[in-house]
């Protein structure tokens, strides 16, 4: 009873912070304050005091109780855990159950009752109860009762050894209760609230979907790394201060004391792991920072994660394998350690020993195993038929070249360009039982009205949509005219998507110059993507939670300059489409590159699931001649461009055995298998559209004193380099 009084005085001094303290110390508004410069005015006596006070309030906070381990959870046990209080319910004035917040751990219940008013018991409802919610606290009590499930067979885990394999919840009668740090009254938090980017501390802490995909993201990276070490692959660290080389994409500048010397963060390992081939490394891996200052989207950050490999005395088919192995083990720890749940339109995993009894929606749905090898397609099928070089094979129509079968009339009518190629699709909505052609044509009007503006003002002309109605004349397509129709539903036309038209298919067009394919997409392939997300959300088709993967291949070696990407700065008016260390792929395409490089092409390898790209890769260029040479003769880069790469031509130059590799986007991996859009939600402090860090207020201005020290200068354009 001794030390039950001493936790009672406890928390009755926590609950309410002293009034003579600063402004903010817990995060409450205290009665009175003393300023800054009243503070150190304040006579010895004064600073006594409030030093006292200060050690005082310190002390309720910091005191706890070591927490248990999984050894001592047996019922009738005593014992300590800690967490966040985090739901009360209140049954009757003597009767209180609450729980316990445990990531990484059981559902955990307390219970405080009482008969006698006058009890300790009942003096520790009431403090129970006169705790905020949300505040960590350090609970002691009796094991009432342990729940248990048998554990997951093989990935199991032990809720890390601080709870008993296999139990699920633990309910304990409460012997004592402390809190740690108050929560304030003023964070307002309600199901689902959304704080802003700079509370994303309070966004983790209340947002189970988000804190969910963090657990799963480092047990997807374990199997992955144990896969690689059975494999036989080295982990190697690389650095993260490089040097500044032109391998395609912009970077990020580290300013040194050094004047006009600077640093510059890793695109990626790739110049690295490559002289670890040189070095007699046999298989490389690391799970790498990488750092790339370009356009942002949901699927992209400035700083990333990339699962980084490469193998000596390897083809690309060696490392396909390779890759195909372990991306096929993540279903397996998923499914033995998680399960899905549904909270509205979001799907997400959780531990299953974290589930609620309420945990029942999604709970059916399994990761499904994926089957190697991988489909392939090359980069011209993937253009021509999905019209992406990531194509969604969960969308069930592909894009056919109809302009053979179409009326000039028609064709004028959707674009200005003369002579184009034409190509359609057939979109066949699931209407259900009461579906109709008006819903059809509702959605068609909602998502023509609302085109991203690159489609609607895209300057070959904005799609085109017609709905197939057999009650009006030509079936609704009375644009096409007779001849338009004729040619699309004969079977003479050689396509074959549009002979069996029924009410409510969409039938959608789009022209495009006659040029080869370049880029990643068609204007075509991105209203194809475009409307069957907007036809799952609009329950015109189900959500399909499976995973097409496939490899795309066979890609260009050299891609025309645009004006969005550095390239490699050279002279020949394109640039390495994967980058400049990527192999030819047959005998013909190296003769290709002296007489027509932009039709040779590269031993390049995309890993694409669901139009996602989560990885590419390559045969690389391991003769220093052959290297030098494409970047000298073929981009036409500089002496003093070639030269940024010469440590990595001498590494070639000592016998540098034939190597290939792959960089896996982990952060987008973790994206899809988690059944998210965006990569944000399974980092932890991501950055925004912008590229800033709203939390911390990151990047920040330079200062003075920074400028002086590595010689910068601040002009009317930022700040420039001095000297």
């Not at 003597?94 to 316990?100: M, T």
């Not at 070490?229 to 982990?235: A, C, K, P, S, Y």
């Not at 959707?414 to 909505?429: G, S």
């Not at 036809?535 to 499976?546: E, K, Q």
């Amino acid at each position: 009873m001794s030390l039950l009084r001493v936790s009672l005085r406890r928390i009755t001094v926590s609950r309410t912070p002293n009034p003579k303290l600063p402004r903010g110390l817990f995060h409450q508004k205290p009665r009175t304050t003393l300023s800054f410069s009243t503070y150190h005015s304040a006579d010895h006596q004064a600073k006594k005091a409030l030093g006292e006070q200060f050690r005082e309030e310190w002390s309720n906070y910091s005191q706890f109780q070591r927490a248990s381990g999984a050894d001592e959870f047996r019922q009738g046990q005593l014992v300590t855990v800690h967490g966040f209080l985090s739901r009360r319910r209140v049954k009757s004035s003597k009767l209180v159950f609450a729980d316990i917040q445990i990531d990484n751990g059981p559902a955990i219940q307390i219970t405080s009752s009482f008969e006698n008013p006058d009890s300790p018991d009942a003096e520790l409802t009431k403090a129970m109860r006169a705790i905020p919610l949300h505040t960590p606290v350090s609970v002691t009590g009796i094991v009432s009762k342990l729940h248990e499930s048998p554990p997951p067979p093989g990935d199991g885990v032990s809720n890390s050894g601080l709870f008993p394999s296999g139990v699920t919840r633990v309910d304990i009668n409460l012997e004592d209760i402390q809190a740690l740090n108050q929560f304030p009254k003023d964070i307002i938090v309600s199901d689902g609230v959304k704080f802003p980017p700079k509370a994303r501390h309070l966004q983790l802490r209340f947002s189970e979907a988000l804190r969910s995909r963090l657990l799963a993201r480092p047990q997807i990276g374990l199997r992955l790394r144990n896969k690689l070490n059975d494999l036989g692959f080295t982990e190697v660290e690389t650095p993260i201060l490089f040097k500044s080389t032109p391998e395609g994409a912009r970077e990020f500048l580290v300013p040194t004391r050094n004047r006009a010397l600077a640093y510059a963060l890793p695109q990626s390992p790739q110049q690295y792991k490559q002289i670890l081939m040189a070095s007699g490394v046999r298989g490389y891996y690391q799970f790498a920072r990488c750092f790339r200052d370009e356009d942002l989207r949901a699927d992209r950050q400035p700083e990333f994660t990339q699962l980084d490999l490469e193998m000596s005395f390897a083809t690309g088919k060696d490392v396909m394998r390779a890759v195909e192995s372990l991306v096929s083990e993540i279903p397996a720890v998923l499914n033995a350690q998680f399960s899905m749940v549904k909270r509205g339109d979001d799907v997400y995993p959780v531990l299953k020993r974290g589930l609620k009894p309420t945990d029942v929606e999604g709970q059916d749905m399994q990761w499904p195993e994926l089957s190697a090898p991988f489909p392939r397609l090359t980069y011209q099928d993937a253009m021509s038929r999905f019209g992406s070089d990531k194509p969604d094979l969960r969308i069930p129509f592909e894009i056919r070249r109809v302009d053979h079968a179409l009326p000039s009339e028609f064709v004028s009518k959707i674009t200005h360009l003369k002579n184009p190629i034409v190509e359609a699709f057939r979109f066949r909505p699931q209407l259900g039982q009461d579906g109709d052609v008006k819903t059809v044509a509702k959605f068609v009007d909602t998502l023509m009205d609302n085109l991203p503006a690159p489609l609607a003002r895209h300057p070959d002309g904005a799609p085109t949509a017609l709905i197939y109605d057999s009650t009006r004349p030509l079936g609704g397509l009375s644009s096409l005219g007779h001849e338009g129709v004729e040619g699309l539903t004969n079977a003479g036309s050689g396509v074959t998507d549009f002979q069996d038209l029924e009410d409510g298919d969409i039938l959608f067009f789009q022209a495009r110059q006659d040029v080869p394919f370049s880029g990643g997409s068609t204007a075509l392939g991105t209203t194809r993507n475009h409307v069957y997300h907007q036809a799952v959300a609009s329950g015109l088709l189900p959500r399909d939670f499976g995973f097409q993967f496939l490899w795309v291949t066979n890609f260009p070696m050299f891609t025309l300059d645009n004006n969005t990407d550095p390239g490699q700065g050279g002279r020949a008016g394109f640039s390495a489409t994967h980058h400049p260390f990527t192999a030819p792929l047959t005998a013909n395409d190296v003769e290709l590159l002296a007489t027509d490089p932009l039709k040779a092409e590269a031993d390049h390898y995309d890993l694409v699931v669901n139009g996602v790209e989560l990885g590419g890769g390559s045969r690389r260029i391991h003769v220093a001649k052959m290297q030098e040479y494409v970047m000298r003769e073929i981009l036409e880069m500089t002496d003093e461009g070639v030269g940024q790469f010469s440590h990595l031509l001498d590494a070639l130059r000592a016998g540098c055995p034939p190597h290939a590799g792959f960089a896996l986007g982990f952060d987008r991996l973790v994206a899809v298998f988690t059944h998210t859009n965006s990569v944000r939600d399974v980092i932890a402090f991501p950055k925004s559209m912008k590229g800033e860090d709203l939390m911390v207020g990151s990047p920040g201005l330079i200062t003075a004193e920074q400028q002086k020290t590595y010689h910068l200068e601040s002009g009317r354009n930022g700040v420039r380099e001095a000297g």
